[in-house]
């Protein structure tokens, strides 16, 4: 498989291999690419077997996922599950949309969208801090920010949406620690305490 440059590897990876294969491939390059951000955002240096490892794992939830939400007729990834497809929130439901960002050396930017069921948005906003949190740091900070948004509003039920794997499994998970992601999880489970 020698190639002349990148888009010619490209073309021979899925050529040449079968679908398992390319998806290894493309895994592992997805794996490498975060590896590399975490080392140059965050300063994080992490073992190539343990990022070899980690995008294996990742394919095999996605293909248990797969076959999970195929027999239950339910999208399912990292045991996180959505319906297939889009549904209308219940009377007096607000989804709270959420994200976080980097701006270089500006720090982090959070925001948020409330809307109502009808898709009417409640509330917005941003907010930029010079704060350089690890992703999921910033983004569970989306969560807590997008909920005391919502708390703010006066909003009594709401749904919240990021799309932040594992943050989302963290708070599902109750999980529990020590570092500022756990501590920020904490909050985030205690301020649900004020809606419904």
Known sequence: MRSQ????WWGSIF?????PNVTN???ICW?????RNSLVVEGVRKDPTDVVRYALKTIEEVYE??????????????????PVRWQALAMGVAKVNVDAGFVGE???????????GEGTVLAAGVQQGEESWEVRVAEAQAILWGLRLAASSGLQEVIVESDCLQVIQALRSKEAGSSEFHLVIKDILLICNNFC
């Open 5 to 8: 440059n990148v888009v010619d």
């Open 15 to 19: 050529l040449e291999l079968d679908v």
């Open 25 to 27: 491939v493309i895994a």
């Open 31 to 35: 794996a490498i690419w975060g590896a």
């Open 65 to 82: 996922a797969g076959s999970a939400g195929r027999s239950a007729g339910q999208t399912v990834a990292g045991g996180v599950s959505a």
């Open 106 to 116: 500006l720090g982090c930017g959070l925001g948020a969208v409330i809307r109502s």
